[in-house]
């Protein structure tokens, strides 16, 4: 059973920082692409950032210079630094774990910022107070 597993969500005023984590368990391999997505209130998911197994990144302009998404392949982890928030960043963050082959070929795109992963997590909330 594939379970993702998402923690480090809190509540922090305009300006502070967060680290959130992502332990994936049960996968079939490790995966060639991991990412974030948030939703926040009255909007749809989006996402966030994404890396590749080999590092490569990926990040929404609204988070570029202010969130760093890294991973440590051999134990399926993946993180997302969050610095600078900001009350438009409060969301719900969920952590996702390899795009459907079928997407990808169709976006042309190794580790897509939309929402056609396989794998995702529960969720942990971040509040930002302004």
């Known amino acids: 059973q594939v379970q993702l597993v998402e923690s480090g969500g809190g509540s922090v005023q305009a300006g502070g920082s967060l680290r959130l984590s992502c332990t994936a368990s049960?996968?079939?391999?490790?995966?060639?692409?991991m990412g974030w997505f948030r939703q926040r209130p009255g909007k749809e998911r989006e996402g966030v950032a994404t890396i590749e197994a080999d590092g490569t990144t990926a990040y929404a302009n609204s988070v570029k210079g202010r969130f760093t998404v890294s991973r440590v392949n051999a134990k399926n982890t993946l993180y997302l630094q969050m610095d600078g928030l900001e009350p438009e960043d409060t969301a719900m963050y969920y952590c996702?774990?390899?795009?459907?082959?079928?997407?990808?070929?169709?976006?042309?795109?190794?580790?897509?910022?939309?929402?056609?992963?396989?794998?995702y997590g529960q969720g942990t909330q971040v509040t930002v107070s302004s």
């Open positions: 996702a774990a390899d795009p459907h082959p079928a997407a990808k070929q169709a976006l042309g795109q190794h580790c897509p910022l939309s929402l056609v992963y396989i794998y």
């Open positions: 049960g996968l079939p391999s490790s995966p060639t692409c």
